[in-house]
């Protein structure tokens, strides 16, 4: 019996020079229907924040290696 897929959504804080190539590389392989883009910042010397949607069936592989990268915020599960 096939696992329910989870729709994440949330936005990773980044303090260092992650780009978002390297963000998507590391997660495509994770899940299903990948969304990812740079949010709008007032200050790029206080860190990057990105908005992630994806598809997956395990929600642990996803935040585990976002957090290797920065801070999860604003989390909703689906």
Not at 23 to 33: A, D, F, V, Y
Not at 40 to 65: A, L, V
């Amino acid at each position: 019996m096939p696992k329910d897929n989870y729709c994440l959504e949330f936005i990773l804080y980044i303090q260092n020079n992650t780009s978002i190539e390297t963000l998507r590389e590391s997660i495509t392989e994770c899940g299903e229907n990948l969304e990812i883009y740079q949010l709008p910042q007032d200050n790029p010397t206080k860190g990057k924040e990105f908005r992630i949607c994806i598809h997956t069936q395990d929600p642990t592989i996803i935040f585990d290696t976002c957090a290797q990268f920065g801070r999860l915020k604003s989390v909703k599960i689906k």
